[in-house]
T-cell receptor
């Protein structure tokens, strides 16, 4: 059974810091891994999707890496801003590339001005 | 078409009432998912459709829940005889199934259900 864990559950940093969010999964036979952002009371915004054959993906100040063999992914946020404050979730598909997603509980990030 | 839409955004109902939610996926997407999210948790899978066919249902989807996607476009999720434990955010997502896509799922804004 696939389980996804995110550490830490919450993180508070001053503006301008670089930070890393962690995601681990128990079954390394994944097709891809997706990172999302969720603002309070809102839906999920897709940030990055890494295919199993890729090691990392970048979008602006965000960089996500994937190490399938160790069952880990990291989301690196450079030069954090107060607008980055949100909950960040990672997810992997179950049972195939188009399967339903299995989510972690998320990391709640607070960036203080 | 700018993304997945859901209606209503908020629903307050009394225990025992029936509620229905609607999801409009991204127009070219043939696969549609429903998830439920409670406070402090990640979303949990409920069911999904490939075009109009409902291909999988989670054990979370009790017999009080029913979902349809009659023409392979929009989908509805109905909860009958609501219970307080049904209070949650209901999220819809869609993706395009084809060999060239990355199978990235795109989510709607969600419907927040409160059962009194």
């Amino acid at each position: 059974k696939q389980e996804v864990t995110q550490i830490p559950a919450a993180l508070s940093v001053p503006e301008g810091e670089n930070l890393v969010l962690n995601c681990s999964f128990t079954d390394s036979a994944i097709y891809n891994l997706q990172w999302f952002r969720q603002d309070p009371g809102k839906g999920l915004t897709s940030l990055l999707l890494i295919q199993s054959s890729q090691r990392e993906q970048t979008s602006g100040r965000l960089n996500a890496s994937l190490d399938k063999s160790s069952g880990r992914s990291t989301l690196y946020i450079a030069a954090s801003q107060p607008g980055d404050s949100a909950t960040y979730l990672c997810a992997v598909p179950y049972g195939g590339s188009q399967g339903n997603l299995i989510f972690g509980k998320g990391t709640k990030l607070s960036v203080k001005p | 078409d700018t993304g997945v839409s859901q209606d209503p955004r908020h629903k307050i109902t009394k225990r025992g009432q029936n509620v229905t939610f609607r999801c409009d996926p991204i127009s070219e997407h043939n696969r549609l998912y429903w998830y439920r999210q409670t406070l402090g948790q990640g979303p949990e899978f409920l069911t999904y459709f490939q075009n109009e066919a409902q291909l999988e249902k989670s054990r979370l989807l009790s017999d009080r829940f029913s979902a349809e996607r009659p023409k392979g476009s929009f989908s509805t999720l109905e909860i009958q005889r609501t219970e307080q434990g049904d209070s949650a955010m209901y999220l819809c997502a869609s993706t395009q199934e084809d060999s060239s896509s990355y199978n990235e799922q795109f989510f709607g804004p969600g419907t927040r259900l409160t059962v009194l």
